[in-house]
């Protein structure tokens, strides 16, 4: 076979190689779509769960934050595992964390206990952790200009986590009375384990030993620029989503609106995280990753702004919408940044320590909201997310010169045909 330019289409060398990268894709898109419903039945059904379970109103949204702390507390361990052992086999430990995380939330809501459910909530954040990688290694499948593109695809197939999951919680929350939301709990532990058997499937690169050794000390990658800028934007996209996410359920509930408006009103939202993944990379191939992730930092101001203009129903869900498209962007975009920063064989450690900074900040902001919301009202946990979206757009116009120069240095690091497992 002649010689290609790094970096192109013709470095995949084979159409069987190919057709083996769409497949994944697609079962990466289809487990995304499934799996996702776990995030989603949590944040619908978790400040409402633990308002209930919780020895104190201040509690109530603990449960979530607990959710983000497992986020926190598997993105390392997820990555050390698919450095060693594969992306794949990760994957089965999270949908274990999942199917987990459903019995356990059951089993929480029949007996009534709340340390229980907050540990069935951490499990929960275990599992959404390693479901968020499944956009890394959907890029990992692809030639180097369409890893934005894949990598978009994939977080579209959240469209459908955000029908499945209210729609889960709608029809099964009161199924097994006087058990509210313990069928719905069982119904996602179900729904995770489809998106496992979906996972067997796909054929994944086997680590090297260069990706086994792990290439430079992740300390001189943390210190690039562009890494910190994809960080901070990631963080602020990430947090605010969740720190207003978190609060929403429970300020509707508080504001006299229903269940089903609630239910709804997270339906869209998680609709609109994940919906403009179908055309978020094409934009970030024609206009960048910063003016993308720029335009989800605005988009998020002007849900901030929605939220305080009044406490209706209309309110609430444009609010929601405008922070989950601006949210998309955001992450998307900082993801896209991230995939700038690493060289092939360093890119588990760099994915996993960025969603583990990520996670880990989100925890404390979940912690927030919920006292927040109890003490100061729905108005303070709008207006305080302010501050982070200004550190943001202050930080990310400096990362595109270094942006600039990663494209041409990871221009001679295009997708290798490794050994299929």
Not at 113 to 119: E, G, L, N, Q, T
Not at 187 to 203: M, W
Not at 266 to 294: D, E, K, N, S
Request: hydrophobic share 55%.
């Amino acid at each position: 076979m002649s010689e290609v330019n790094p970096g192109t289409v013709g470095d995949w060398r084979s159409s069987s190689e190919y057709a083996h990268a769409r497949g994944n894709v697609a079962r990466l898109t289809i487990a995304q779509a499934l799996a996702g419903a776990n995030s989603t039945v949590f944040y619908a059904t978790g400040a409402i769960v633990g308002n209930t379970l919780a020895p104190s109103h201040a509690l109530a949204t603990l449960p979530i934050s607990m959710f983000v702390a497992g986020m926190a507390a598997s993105s390392l361990p997820a990555g050390a595992i698919a450095q060693r052992w594969g992306r794949r086999t990760a994957f089965m430990a999270g949908t274990a964390c999942g199917v987990l995380a459903g019995l356990l939330a059951a089993w929480a809501v029949m007996l009534g206990s709340f340390w229980i459910f907050c540990v069935a909530t951490f499990c929960g954040g275990a599992y959404a952790a390693v479901v968020l990688s499944f956009r890394f290694a959907a890029a990992d499948c692809v030639p180097l200009e369409r890893r934005p593109r894949a990598l978009s695809f994939v977080m579209a197939g959240g469209v459908f986590a955000g029908v499945i999951g209210p729609q889960l919680v709608t029809w099964t929350m009161n199924l097994w009375a006087p058990y509210t939301f313990a069928a719905t709990y069982l119904a996602q532990a179900a729904v995770g384990t489809l998106s496992g058997l979906i996972l067997l499937g796909i054929r994944l690169a086997k680590p090297t030993k260069a990706e086994t050794a792990g290439g430079r000390p992740i300390a001189v990658i943390a210190r690039q620029a562009r890494f910190v800028t994809a960080v901070i934007c990631a963080v602020v996209s990430y947090l605010l989503m969740n720190f207003l996410m978190t609060a929403a359920p429970l300020a509707m509930h508080m504001c006299g609106l229903s269940q089903k408006a609630s239910n709804l009103g997270i339906q869209w939202h998680v609709i609109a995280m994940y919906a403009p993944g179908f055309f978020t990379g094409r934009l970030i191939a024609r206009f960048g990753a910063q003016r993308v992730v720029m335009a989800g930092l605005a988009l998020t101001a002007l849900s901030t702004a929605t939220g305080l203009m009044g406490v209706d129903q209309a309110h609430f869900w444009l609010a929601l919408i405008l922070l989950g498209v601006g949210w998309n962007f955001g992450f998307v975009g900082a993801s896209a940044l991230v995939l700038e920063c690493h060289l092939p064989e360093e890119k588990a450690r760099v994915q996993s320590l960025n969603d583990f900074i990520v996670f880990g900040t989100m925890a404390f902001g979940s912690f927030l909201s919920g006292d927040l919301l109890a003490t100061r009202g729905w108005n303070t946990v709008l207006g305080l997310s302010l501050v982070p979206l200004a550190l943001a757009i202050i930080a990310l116009p400096g990362s595109a010169v270094a942006s600039r120069g990663a494209r041409r240095q990871n221009a001679i690091s295009a997708p290798k045909a490794d050994s299929i497992g």
